[in-house]
């Protein structure tokens, strides 16, 4: 196994207001707005300098903390907002006695030759436990190049991951996030637009109109699209129903519709329960922001309440949040490394909940003036 020093968090306090561009823009370019190292300070550091990872999906199983996250890998694909260039083939999983220890990286867990439906792309996973068993939900394109997810399973939290021959049946796009209820029932929430082709299937089967990745959305006034979840089956290798929208609404009840790109669902959907609440946070996508809306139950609807993590350096951002003893954390990614889109590096710190419910919002980039 290989070790790396996990780096010292900085105070919560530290925050810095910069916000990007709502519109849609090249991926370079919108990463360039906060890729210049030279004059930017950043709100912690990275928690694993090599390999390059990304996509973090943290839990607590037994003891110890576990992350499993993409692994980037350097692309000759040329950028762009289908995302061909995170072109990830495999995935390690790390660990951690406590938030202040040492990061420990068990090795490959999973490769995409291992699985046999799956061609390339294995992006954003997740991880659960049930039963002294452990379950890896990772998205990956098939032999047609159409996202699909797969699971995989282990005996121990650290793998190796032994897939199934086949997807999910019913399963599509990418992100997949599993969470366990206070019954015992895990829902799998899912979806990610443009390059997640999660607009590709608004008629219930893959369509297509146009290679662009967002020929097939809803127009501005319309509702955005949802992402997904589903019951799990006691298996946890199938859905026990079918799949169900998830609708974020806004605070008069009406759901957000596709033109608000400040609030609307792009990717990398999470839930967690604090206070009886239900928190549902996602990534806004083109506008860079991790934002949250709350719920009464793990379906929804969900009623948006603002932003959860300001733009970090790089056109994507995706996170977990987890409960360490009685302090959340929030995990994330960032480009401080690389400062390339594509090679990206993980990163966590203290998640404050106020009294009244809300997440308090945080800045990961301190701009120096």
């Keep these: ?17 910069t916000m990007m561009s709502c519109s849609r823009k090249p991926v370079e370019q919108d990463t360039q707005d906060r890729s210049d190292s030279t004059e930017l300070s950043y709100l912690n550091e990275p928690l694993v300098e090599s390999p390059y990872t990304a996509d973090p999906s943290a839990h607590v199983f037994g003891d110890r903390i576990y992350i499993y996250p993409s692994h980037d890998v350097e692309s000759h694909v040329e950028e762009d907002d289908t995302g061909g260039h995170f072109n990830m083939e495999d995935y390690h999983v790390y660990s951690m006695k406590s938030p202040d220890a040492e990061v420990v990286d ?37 032999s047609s190049d159409i996202f699909r997810i797969g699971v995989a399973v282990a005996s121990r ?31 799998l929430y899912w979806g990610g637009i443009w390059g997640g082709q999660l607009q590709k299937w608004r008629t219930g089967t893959y369509l297509s109109t146009s290679d662009s990745p967002y020929a097939d959305e809803p127009s501005d006034h319309e509702p955005a699209i949802a992402p997904k979840v589903a019951k799990l089956a006691e298996n946890m290798i199938e859905f026990s129903e ?10 008069g009840g009406e759901p957000i519709v596709a033109g608000d790109h ?6 990398a959907a999470w839930v967690h329960k604090h206070d009886g609440i239900y928190y549902f946070s996602y990534s806004t996508g083109d506008t860079h922001k991790i934002v949250y809306a709350t719920g009464s ?8 309440q603002g932003v959860l993590l300001e733009p970090v350096q790089g056109w994507t951002n995706h996170h977990s949040i987890v409960k360490v003893d009685d302090q959340w954390y929030l995990f994330y990614h960032d480009t401080q490394l ?13 998640l404050e909940h106020r009294k009244d419910g809300s997440i308090v919002t945080i800045d990961p980039i301190i701009k120096n003036e």
């Design 242 to 251: 079918a799949p169900r929208d998830v609708i974020i609404v806004d605070e």
């Design 262 to 267: 400040d609030r609307r669902f792009f990717e």
């Design 1 to 17: 196994m290989f070790q790396f020093q996990f780096k010292q968090l900085l105070p919560i306090w530290a925050v810095a207001a």
């Design 297 to 304: 139950n793990p379906y929804g609807p969900f009623t948006y």
């Design 338 to 350: 690389s400062g390339k889109t594509h090679l990206r590096n993980i990163k966590m710190m203290p």
């Design 157 to 187: 939290p650290t793998g190796p991951f032994k897939p199934k021959d086949k997807p999910i049946k019913g399963s599509f796009s990418i992100d997949p996030a599993v969470f366990k209820d206070d019954q015992g029932d895990y829902y």
């Design 106 to 142: 068990h090795g490959k867990v999973l490769g995409v030759e291992d699985v046999p439906w799956a061609r390339r792309q294995m992006w954003a996973p997740d991880a659960a436990e049930k039963d002294g068993k452990y379950f890896l939900y990772f998205p990956a394109k098939d």
